[in-house]
């Protein structure tokens, strides 16, 4: 074909394609779709592949945390997601004899009926080479003035060593807990009669708490975040029972301060690089999180690249396939049309589903991309090819092969040149309807388990949370995007391919 008939080829496509609705906007999700999965490294980060396997780079993240938008829907605000870094921070720098003091102050504002699940600070660096010499840590929370409430400075941390790059985990802390009740106690909230206030410290105040059956069973059952975070009175300056501030607390809303001191020898140097503090919030993002903390719109954007990838590459390869297949088939006719179709029917008989389960197990029960697209082109051909025969049958009996095969072309120059090219507009539109087919059966077996945890598959993200129980505890979050996700894809190339069937298929066009 010269240049200028294929130029006249396009230009009348784009002007019958350009008048199928369905089709442009097939044509403009699926651009969409793409600048999504090239872009993806760009808009989030290359190692997103990486981290989503393990667990330490989500820590600073809510688990099981509903999308923030949630909040527009319930009566109750729940914190959203808040994260400083060292710039977001006032540094104080003290030098004190051997010792060098840090000094980070930042605020945040709680303006939530529901506070933060956690404070979280990591990414602390230093170069000290014996226990002796790792940076010491103190927090301590300074709340907005509450009437009736002697002292607003809660110690959280009093002292605590932290390596490098390891995370503190305030709310998990028996430390802070301790601190808690001891700021309550000091504030009239908490009683212990008969025992002298000189003899209860931070230290040994939970041993107190034990004598009390009640209290201790509260105390075991407390929120630590939203204890600390609550109101010690009411209205009128009088303190809370015991009871309503631990079991039921109401938020203090307002201007928090967290300051948080770290020490280390003069010797020692502090890399402040890394260095986060998160407020985890009760919600998270878009999409919310899994179990895991892995943000889940991180794991739909990444899942197109994948899905895309399966999708076109078993689509174009089983329909190129399934298209020499058949035309040889019909052209070479009498017995070797007779065995390749018998063997097309036995390969169409295999209960797909299975095979795949059965072949992903005998290579080690996780297969990799390579392998998963191979699986599916093995039995992904056959309607092609059933469907390439009949019409490569009509297309050997007209004149210009005939008379091609008169003036002694070879078998495949017409079986390439005058054959083929016209299957093309049934090969695109085949193609187009591929795809759908072929990203259902990767996410049937990532669902299953059965592809590897290399990749990022909104099927292996169904797998999670039906491991989770997200159906049962109402996570619906972690369920309905991927499911989405699946079927839009899927949608996005049913309207492609019924448009350039109905373009490319002249039976098809209407008048």
Avoid: C
């Avoid at 921070?89 to 956690?118: C, E, F, R």
């Avoid at 280390?264 to 503090?277: G, L, R, Y």
């Avoid at 990838?309 to 298209?323: F, H, P, R």
């Avoid at 996005?492 to 008048?511: C, E, I, Y």
């Amino acid at each position: 074909m010269r240049w200028v008939d294929f130029k006249d080829s396009v230009k009348r496509f784009w002007e019958d394609f350009k008048h199928q609705k369905a089709g442009i906007t097939g044509l403009i999700l699926l651009i969409l779709l793409v600048a999504l999965a090239i872009g993806a490294p760009y808009m989030t980060s290359p190692d997103v592949p990486v981290k989503w396997q393990t667990g330490v780079a989500w820590i600073t993240n809510p688990k099981n945390a509903p999308p923030s938008w949630e909040n527009y829907f319930t009566s109750q605000t729940r914190a959203v997601q808040a994260e400083y870094t060292i710039t977001n921070m006032h540094v104080q720098t003290i030098k004190n004899g051997t010792y060098t003091i840090y000094k980070l102050s930042l605020t945040y504002n709680m303006k939530y009926d529901v506070p933060p699940a956690d404070i979280v600070i990591m990414g602390l660096h230093s170069n000290a080479t014996n226990p002796k010499q790792v940076p010491q840590v103190k927090m301590t929370l300074v709340r907005p003035p509450e009437k009736g409430v002697k002292d607003n400075r809660l110690d959280l941390i009093s002292q605590i060593t932290l390596p490098n790059n390891n995370a503190i985990q305030v709310a998990h802390l028996d430390q802070t807990r301790n601190h808690i009740l001891y700021w309550l106690y000091l504030n009239g909230v908490l009683k212990i009669p008969n025992v002298p206030p000189s003899m209860i410290t931070p230290d040994n105040i939970n041993m107190f708490v034990m004598t009390n059956t009640t209290l201790y069973q509260m105390v075991a059952a407390m929120d630590s975040m939203r204890v600390m975070f609550g109101r010690l009175t009411d209205s009128n300056g009088n303190p809370l029972p015991i009871e309503k501030v631990i079991s039921t607390p109401q938020s203090l809303k307002g201007t928090y301060g967290l300051v948080i001191t770290i020490t280390v020898p003069s010797n020692v140097k502090v890399d402040f690089t890394n260095f986060k503090v998160a407020f985890v919030g009760r919600t998270y993002g878009l999409l919310g999180t899994d179990q895991y903390g892995r943000p889940i719109a991180l794991g739909i954007l990444w899942g197109t690249r994948v899905a895309l990838a399966i999708g076109l590459a078993v689509a174009i390869t089983s329909v190129l396939i399934g298209i020499l297949i058949g035309v040889t088939s019909a052209y070479l006719g009498g017995w070797a049309d007779e065995a390749i179709q018998r063997f097309t029917e036995f390969m169409m008989t295999l209960p797909v589903l299975p095979m795949l389960i059965l072949l992903s197990l005998y290579f080690g029960g996780r297969v990799n991309l390579t392998q998963l697209v191979f699986f599916l082109v093995i039995f992904g051909w056959m309607g092609t090819s059933k469907v390439a025969r009949s019409m490569a049958l009509q297309i050997k009996e007209q004149t210009y092969v005939e008379a091609a095969r008169a003036l002694g072309a070879s078998t495949g120059r017409v079986v390439f040149k005058h054959i083929v090219p016209q299957l093309l507009p049934y090969a695109f539109a085949s193609i187009a309807l591929s795809v759908p087919g072929a990203i259902l059966s990767e996410a049937g077996l990532s669902f299953l388990g059965l592809t590897s945890q290399n990749l990022i598959t909104w099927g292996q993200m169904l797998n999670t949370a039906h491991q989770n129980g997200a159906t049962i505890n109402g996570y619906w979050w972690q369920v309905i995007p991927p499911g989405l996700a699946i079927s839009f894809v899927g949608l996005v190339f049913v309207l492609l391919g019924v448009s350039l069937d109905t373009v490319l298929n002249p039976r098809l066009k209407r008048a």
